[in-house]
């Protein structure tokens, strides 16, 4: 049965108009369940024979949380999230002082192959669809009783590997109607598929763009992520001079930091040099030494002398405060202890 959270607003129209029922039904359904009504018997201002008909043709699926994880140290929590046809993925809510933060999976596994990320391990299950991602937002929002007013697309999978689910569930994610989430408040990360970040720059869309650099030559890149194989850092940072020609915004650099691989200094005044004069922003992530390859962190020290040489450089840098460490709310690794217990391992 078709999940009627994968429908816009002109989709539900259409259909309900179809079904010999007023159009502007359309906007009421929807009012509901994005307040976080999910039967449709309970949609009082909807006649009886719209209900039943939605009710016949639409589930209004969102995924059953599996677990909850509250972290010690912080107020984050992670969800394992189970969906009709039995997959599991995982959602990351951060509560900050200036309201919920949201980190929701697009894809069930991966199939980049990042050699330090747990959510690629088991390759790719498939895409989530629109509906199925919105689904996040609602289970968590429902879960935690408020509001969540930012996203990022930076759990399980590659936004830009589903681009046409990913688009809609940004559109419907922002509209009125929907969750009504500023473009301003949604951040999407990309490990550089370099012809889909021009594709979303043509969209105009004002969301913040993340990059998964994590290395300041090809050669390097090339060691931690296949995808560098396929584009070129060059080709990437034209991809990302273009997005801001497109949409002024200022692109995110990510760049996890393992110990003897990309953070020496000598890295960091390379990185510096490619993005010099770029309207960026580092955000260096001392890596999760979560798979077995040998990765491990650099000293906080080291971390500090890298970040150091770039601010000298003029190049605006975080680094990542690592939250809910102790519930493994990184890069899928909650799914992946969840199915190796499933497979006994
Ligand atoms: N596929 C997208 C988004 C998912 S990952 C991307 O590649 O950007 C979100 C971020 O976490 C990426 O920057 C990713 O490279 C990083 N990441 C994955 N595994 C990690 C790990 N073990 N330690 C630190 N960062 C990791």
Known sequence: MRNILDLDLDELKKWIKGSGEKEFRAKQVFDWIYKGCFSFSDMKNIPESLRNKLAASF??????????????????????????DGNIIETVVMQYKHGNSICVSTQIGCRMGCTFCASTLHGMVRNLTAGEILGQVLAAQKNIGGRISNVVLMGSGEPLDNFDNVTKFLDIVNSEYG????????TLSTCGLVPKMRELADMNYQITLAVSLHAPNDEIRRQMMPVANKYSMAE???????????TNRRITFEYSLVKG?????????????????????????????????????????????????????????TVRREMG????????????SYLDEQRGE
């Open 179 to 186: 969750l009504n989430i500023g473009q301003r408040h949604i």
């Open 325 to 336: 460490s102790d519930i493994n709310a990184a890069c899928g690794q909650l799914r992946r």
């Open 261 to 317: 691989k990309n953070d020496s200094l000598e890295n960091a005044e390379e990185l510096s040099d490619i993005l010099k004069g770029m309207l960026c922003h580092v955000n260096l992530i001392p890596v999760n030494a979560v798979v077995e390859n040998g990765y491990s962190k650099p000293t906080q020290k080291d971390i500090a002398a890298f970040s150091a040489v770039l601010t000298r450089k003029g190049i605006e840098t």
């Open 236 to 246: 990437i940072l034209d991809a990302c001079r273009y997005y801001i020609s497109k």
């Open 59 to 84: 589930q209004t699926g969102i995924p059953e949380i599996v677990e909850k994880y509250k972290s010690r140290d912080d107020d984050t929590f992670k969800f394992l999230l189970k969906y009709s």
